[in-house]
């Protein structure tokens, strides 16, 4: 049975026929050729697929999209229409946090979340909230700078 969901995306409104319970993930990539959250472990416990909804970092892996039905999501893609999205983008750049790229857009989503919540992070809540993302690069020091360099930038300081 399909039915047609509407919901923000990336501040457009944007509406989707929904099939069952296809993950928001496949419906960015595959329908509205969203590529920026990547698909890893499909079992929220890599990182690669997280986005905002409603302001909140959520696994799109495994997240129906029959259940964003007025959501408001970011993607990747929408970071850079918010101040904290530029900030992030830029420390992320002038750092050079990530090699790969495979994990970036995940971790993004995680610390753009944690900030918009927290303008003054400390260490170790940034580090507690990207516990959860698998980065296999060994980026770790410059993405805790990048997250550093966006909050003083923002006027807090992680």
Do not use: W
């Amino acid at each position: 049975m399909s039915s047609s969901i509407s919901f923000q995306l990336n501040g457009s409104m944007v509406r989707v026929d929904e099939a069952g319970d296809e993950p928001l993930l496949f419906v960015l990539r595959n329908r509205l050729d969203l590529k920026a959250a990547h698909f890893g472990c499909g079992l929220e416990q890599c990182g690669a697929c997280v986005v905002s909804i409603d302001g909140q970092a959520r696994y799109s892996c495994t997240l129906p999209v029959s259940a964003l039905a007025g959501a408001d999501v970011t993607t990747p893609e929408g970071l850079g229409g918010d101040p904290v999205g530029m900030a992030l983008l830029e420390a992320f750049e002038a750092e050079q946090a990530g090699q790969c790229g495979y994990c970036i857009s995940g971790i993004l989503m995680r610390v753009h979340a944690l900030l918009k919540a927290q303008c003054r992070p400390s260490r170790e809540a940034v580090v507690a909230a990207l516990d959860k993302h698998l980065c296999r690069c060994g980026a770790h020091g410059s993405i805790l700078r990048a997250v550093e360099r966006a909050a003083a930038r923002l006027g807090g300081g992680a």
